[in-house]
């Protein structure tokens, strides 16, 4: 009797062991770290982010656009306000002329805002901000007390029509819930004129089917910066419209025989260079509508399949939900306890932007468009688009390389087979949309291939990958790389941003000599290795700065080292464009004069101002994210804080870089200092708030900083999980007395990746004091 007590004992306790294991675990798995996002942050100003509903790295980008900007004049003449708009979405306007399922996130430059839908009710009008004869267009008003967004959900009240509108997303599916109030007139309108960074020439070719009362399909080709994207589209209504048509905004020279029919309404076809549709309904007080709006790359027979398989029924809540679990799995990747609520809310809708892109691009059965406009099917990766390499090789694919690597590895796949369907045989330089768009410098994949590699993440082939970095890096014809080849630099009187681009390309070629290492290519390695070092021929050592040379071999005269324009660099000046060697840092700071001598220029360009004059050519540098004459706001200087490393001044990286956190970032509307550029700012935010940054990408190496956070645990994909720690933590103590790993105080200012990767505990000994 007393043995049976006993194992029932023992079976109660096990038994309350387990309830306890898993109510701990329960209360982990129901943190909502959505809650923690505020993707209104960086709408404001130039953070060129959109606050719509998406899914991580999804193709729908389901936003509200305020404002309809051309590119062009009446007179021809560039637009600057349309820079203002490369999200569609300003924080300031008061109007929304609907909702589009492409965006950008963050870049300088734009495309896409694809398929505009906008409910509305009264007396149809087709203009989205003023008709002809002067009065109002589709637009509504609408008040931001009356708005809400979080990651996979996005709700607003439209003022002049009563309808609230919700929006949710899957993966390649935009999801709207608009709630009506009772009319005989309502409308829902599909405007296939309108384009972020439109023009006259934009459109190409749209299309629209009406396949029964309740499902649209169709199509539209453009040139914009992707100069032949084609979309095609698949939409299903939750109630059947009662009537339709269109207005065509062409001048239609020849129609065929289609001039029998009355296109304008109620016929199933719809064509021409620019068009808007309309579908009209009876609606009762408080009715929803309903639109699943899928997206193809391929056909719009993709973008139905894609429709069916990832939402097959009308449950709104039920995708949103599925989509904020998507959310709160990717957040939930690092976990951190900061010093403020809002400290938290910035690192998290940091992490949040640094999910947004690049996107997949392939339908639901794997097939894509390539570059070269064929069908094909990846075959052992997904295919992704959208790469800002000039940005984000910096900080957001070595950020992957942590906390996406699968994803990471299959980017690079993306880019592989980029450089196969290429027929200049390249990698992508910034491409999008089955289109290369060649904006920006370098060859920035050879540095996103090399950091994979030096942290082993992928399981792409290294030789098909070397091959397709020297294939890249031989193209004569492309942005100056034959005199580059042929001079050892490029020459200022052949090519513009000659200085930038003999520096980017020459780190890009120590990658590939890093490449050529792991496939043990001697050969090839040491012919980068050579290359690599062609920095050294735009140091002009009596002036102490890099600076542009001519192809006679002498320097430029007339060179203003402060300015940003017309110098030889792109978006910077010599002072901090011309720091750029993150493959022989140590190099560099003797080339320039030493590490006390280096030291003090460096606290020079923080402290020193830089005059208007300077940077008014550009639209990318603004008041907002600078710094003395550093430029936080744009991306070729995000190393630089970490550079007083290298002279024995770690303090000045420290107090540096916890200045910038607290000053560039911040958990409002304007809480990005300058265009996120596809999630490189926000990349460096993440970095920096846990005490770490990848100076060198292409190396396994990390330099150290100041972390933000008290707190932070990174649940990696291997398994492991890193807990790191600030002790003494405090917004006075940014300098840092120690650093132990696992037990063992690390000595220098670097840690390595594999110190991350395999787990444990980092602590950091804060301190008010430096040592």
């Not at 002049?160 to 709630?179: N, P």
């Not at 453009?222 to 939409?235: E, L, M, N, P, Q």
């Not at 992928?458 to 042929?486: E, H, M």
């Not at 603004?622 to 200087?637: C, L, M, S």
Request: glycine fraction near 8%.
């Amino acid at each position: 009797m007393r043995r049976i007590f006993i194992l029932i004992l023992a079976l109660a306790i096990t038994s309350c062991k387990e309830k306890i294991r898993n109510t701990n675990t329960s209360e982990t798995d129901k943190i909502e770290y959505t809650k923690f996002v505020n993707p209104f942050i960086g709408t404001s100003k130039m953070g060129h982010v959109f606050p719509g509903a998406t899914t991580p790295f999804g193709m729908v980008q389901l936003s509200p656009q305020t404002n309809f900007q051309v590119m062009f004049d009446q007179n021809g003449s560039y637009n600057k306000e349309t820079y203002e708009y490369c999200a569609g979405y300003q924080y300031r306007d008061s109007t929304i002329i609907g909702f589009t399922h492409t965006n950008f996130s963050g870049t300088g430059h734009s495309d896409l805002g694809d398929f505009l839908v906008m409910p509305t009710t009264g007396d149809l009008v087709l203009d989205p901000i003023k008709m002809k004869d002067g009065k109002k267009g589709f637009y509504s008003t609408f008040f931001h007390e009356h708005e809400e967004a979080s990651p996979g959900y996005y709700k607003v009240d439209l003022n002049s029509y009563g309808i609230k509108v919700e929006l949710t997303a899957s993966d390649r599916v935009g999801f709207h819930q608009y709630t009506f109030p009772k009319s005989n007139d309502a409308h829902i309108i599909l405007d296939m004129v309108y384009n972020v960074y439109h023009h006259d020439n934009k459109n190409v070719w749209t299309f629209l089917r009406v396949e029964n009362n309740s499902t649209i399909t169709g199509y539209r080709q453009t040139k914009g910066w992707a100069r032949d994207k084609k979309v095609f589209f698949a939409a299903k209504f939750s109630k059947p419209f009662k009537s339709y048509g269109h207005k065509k905004y062409d001048t239609i020279k020849y129609d065929g025989f289609y001039r029998r029919f009355n296109q304008d309404e109620n016929f199933p076809e719809m064509a021409g260079k620019n068009l808007r549709a309309y579908f009209n309904f009876d609606t009762d007080k408080d009715e929803q509508i309903r639109i699943k709006f899928a997206l193809s790359n391929v056909s719009t027979s993709g973008a139905l399949k894609n429709l069916e398989a990832e939402i097959p029924h009308w449950d709104f809540n039920k995708t949103y939900t599925e989509t904020k679990n998507k959310w709160n799995q990717e957040l939930s990747k690092i976990e951190v306890k900061t010093l403020t609520k809002e400290q938290k809310t910035t690192f998290y809708t940091a992490l949040y932007h640094t999910n947004l892109s690049p996107i997949v691009y392939e339908d639901i059965d794997g097939k894509y468009r390539g570059l070269d406009q064929n069908i094909y099917t990846s075959e052992g990766f997904t295919n992704y688009t959208i790469f800002s390499l000039w940005d984000t090789y910096r900080a957001l694919h070595p950020l992957y390389n942590i906390t996406q690597p699968k994803r990471n590895n299959d980017m690079i796949k993306s880019m592989l087979a980029h450089h196969d369907q290429s027929v200049h045989n390249m990698l992508p330089i910034w491409s999008h949309y089955s289109n290369e768009n060649w904006c920006m410098i370098g060859y920035h994949a050879t540095s996103v291939i090399a950091d994979a590699l030096a942290k082993n993440v992928g399981d792409f082939s290294i030789n098909q990958a070397l091959k397709a970095s020297t294939n890249t890096a031989t193209v004569r014809y492309f942005d100056g790389i034959g005199d580059y080849i042929d001079y050892k630099y490029v020459p200022d009187d052949k090519s513009h941003s000659s200085v930038s681009k003999t520096l980017e390309y020459a780190y890009n070629d120590w990658c590939i000599s890093k490449i050529a290492k792991r496939a043990g290519n001697s050969h090839i390695e040491k012919e980068y290795t050579i290359r690599s070092e062609y920095y050294k021929n735009v140091y002009d050592p009596s002036i102490g700065f890099m600076r542009p040379k001519l192809a006679n071999g002498t320097f430029r005269e007339n060179f203003d080292p402060m300015d940003t324009h017309g110098q030889g660099f792109i978006e910077g000046n010599a002072w901090n464009y011309g720091l750029y060697v993150p493959q022989n840092i140590n190099k560099m700071i003797e080339m320039m004069g030493g590490k006390e001598k280096f030291c003090s220029q460096l606290d020079q360009l923080f402290s020193m101002e830089i005059e208007d004059k300077y940077i008014v050519n550009h639209e990318d540098i603004t008041r907002d994210g600078i710094i003395g004459n550093y430029v936080h706001g744009n991306e070729p200087g995000h190393h630089i804080p970490y550079l007083y490393n290298w002279t024995g001044h770690p303090e000045k990286t420290q107090s540096r870089v916890r200045m910038i956190m607290d000053s560039m970032y911040g958990s409002t509307v304007d809480g990005l200092c300058g265009n996120d550029d596809a999630g490189q700012m926000s990349a460096w935010y993440i970095f920096s708030s846990l005490g770490f940054y990848p100076v060198t990408p292409g190396s396994s190496n990390y330099a150290l900083g100041s972390p933000l956070i008290k707190e932070a645990v990174i649940h990696l994909e291997n398994g492991n999980t890193l807990t790191i720690k600030a002790l003494n933590q405090s917004r006075a103590n940014v300098y840092v007395k120690s650093v132990i790993l696992n037990g063992k105080k690390i000595e220098g200012t670097l840690i390595s990746h594999n110190d991350i990767t395999k787990g444990g505990e980092m602590i950091f000994e804060m301190s008010h004091n430096y040592k």
